[in-house]
């Protein structure tokens, strides 16, 4: 039966302007040139409709789920596109089984376009890995989550995986400059004018996310109100359109890791304002300041060290004024502590002489406390010979006498080894001038 609402017209009235605009062709597409500019394997593959399984990784709105629709357009196989979200295993095997259909009676491929696909578990999964081994479909996956950790490997193995880039300002204004020329799917029937600096706001507010600059375009058009038929896009219109900016930054995802190991190295490193741009935009995207806190801690000790002593105490000196204080106002004393870690002299000496003392222990055979450094107090333990050869050092000069204090088969072994940094100097010096003596 005929819907008599189901036009195209009126579909395209709903549909959002992302959504309508998507580009048909490759040479429509922005962005990605280093996978689909002229020449590149995707690119070719796509071209000669000689593609293979495909999963497509990168941020959200740089393209994937457009690039997967210009495939639907170029290919002459059968295109199935299913969310991963939405979908569970009985679909996917009918997809298969129609597919099998088609291959059998048509000779015709299916390619099924996997939308998030790592939101399906190992077990979906799996129902989709005889499938793309015997050729009965080819998959097209998309994902914003690192496949590695989130797509099972036998599919892996089976997929060419290809990177999508967050797109630049440039692409991002040249995707809505063609969105308000476009007249038959876009905004082109409207005249519109931007005030100074209103396009440049939605391009860089968008961060690199097409749909969000399209989505806040389209708000920013549709809401004002002509004169003259003109409809003027000034700057605080484009600003209430798109808000605040989008950061990309998942606590569970690569986002999280990759921030916070920029946050890490940047104190390591010694740049005080990189450390300082990392947390806040940690914290901006959401990030909980007590995890940020707990890493100043252990660099304290991992890269500062006996270098600086003080950075332990200054490191939770910050996490007892986010407890105390909370946030926004611990952003001060925990902006103090980033800045005197990461200015501080480096040591490392202190992460080596644990590191090498664990796997020590673990390697090494346990052999017994030497006699003389064991205790003395129980009943017994003298008539043992518990403690009798205990040398005190505060007996002596310097209040340190040589004796041995490792079990036999370590007695040569060394654990810290201290820096020529900071004040590791004064203990290097300290420790040789005991020995020497």
Avoid: C
């Avoid at 002229?38 to 393209?63: H, M, N």
């Avoid at 629709?69 to 089984?97: H, P, W």
């Avoid at 209103?198 to 004169?227: I, Q, S, Y």
């Avoid at 300041?289 to 950075?311: C, W």
Wanted: glycine content about 6%; charged content about 25%.
């Amino acid at each position: 039966m005929t819907d008599l609402f189901d036009f195209t017209d009126s579909k395209q009235k709903v549909e959002p302007l992302a959504q309508r605009v998507r580009p048909q062709t490759l040479d429509q597409f922005i962005g990605q040139e280093h996978i689909v500019g002229p020449g590149k394997l995707l690119r070719r593959a796509i071209e000669a409709d000689q593609l293979s399984s495909l999963i497509f990784y990168g941020p959200p709105g740089t393209g994937k789920t457009t690039l997967a629709m210009v495939i639907s357009q170029m290919t002459k196989a059968s295109f199935v596109r299913l969310n991963a979200v939405t979908v569970g295993v009985k679909e996917i095997r009918q997809t298969i089984d129609t597919a099998k259909e088609n291959l059998k009676y048509y000779q015709r491929r299916t390619i099924l376009f996997l939308d998030e696909i790592h939101r399906f578990n190992k077990s979906q999964q799996d129902a989709l890995l005889p499938a793309v081994e015997e050729g009965t479909i080819i998959l097209i996956g998309a994902t914003t989550e690192n496949p590695y950790f989130e797509v099972n490997s036998p599919l892996l193995s089976r997929s060419r995986i290809f990177t999508l880039q967050e797109l630049t300002d440039q692409h991002i204004e040249k995707i809505m400059v063609q969105a308000l020329a476009d007249k038959e799917r876009g905004l082109g029937r409207y005249q519109v004018e931007f005030g100074s600096e209103a396009l440049l706001h939605l391009v860089r507010t968008a961060n690199g996310d097409a749909r969000n600059a399209l989505n806040a375009l389209e708000l920013a058009v549709m809401t004002t109100v002509p004169k003259n038929g003109v409809r003027h896009i000034t700057l605080e219109i484009a600003a209430e359109s798109i808000q605040k900016r989008i950061l990309k930054y998942d606590k569970a995802g690569d986002n999280h890791y990759d921030v916070i190991s920029a946050f890490i190295k940047s104190l390591r490193g010694s740049e005080p304002d990189a450390a300082l741009y990392w947390f806040a935009r940690a914290i901006h995207a959401g990030e909980d300041p007590k995890f940020l806190v707990r890493r100043l801690i252990v660099h304290a000790s991992e890269d500062v060290g006996l270098a600086d002593s003080r950075a332990m105490l200054v490191a939770h000196a910050a996490a007892n004024a986010l407890e105390w204080l909370g946030m926004p106002e611990a952003r001060i004393p925990i902006a103090q502590a980033i800045i005197y870690i990461a200015t501080a002299p480096k040591s490392n000496s202190v992460i080596k002489a644990i590191e090498t003392v664990f796997s020590t222990v673990e390697e090494e055979r346990a052999e017994p406390v030497p006699a003389h450094l064991r205790d003395s107090h129980y009943k017994g333990a003298k008539k043992l010979g518990h403690g009798n050869k205990y040398k005190y050092p505060h007996d002596f000069e310097k209040h340190w006498v040589n004796q041995q204090y490792l079990p036999d088969n370590l007695v040569k072994q060394t654990f810290y080894r201290p820096s020529n940094q900071g004040e590791e100097q004064q203990i290097e010096k300290f420790l040789f001038d005991l020995k020497e003596d």
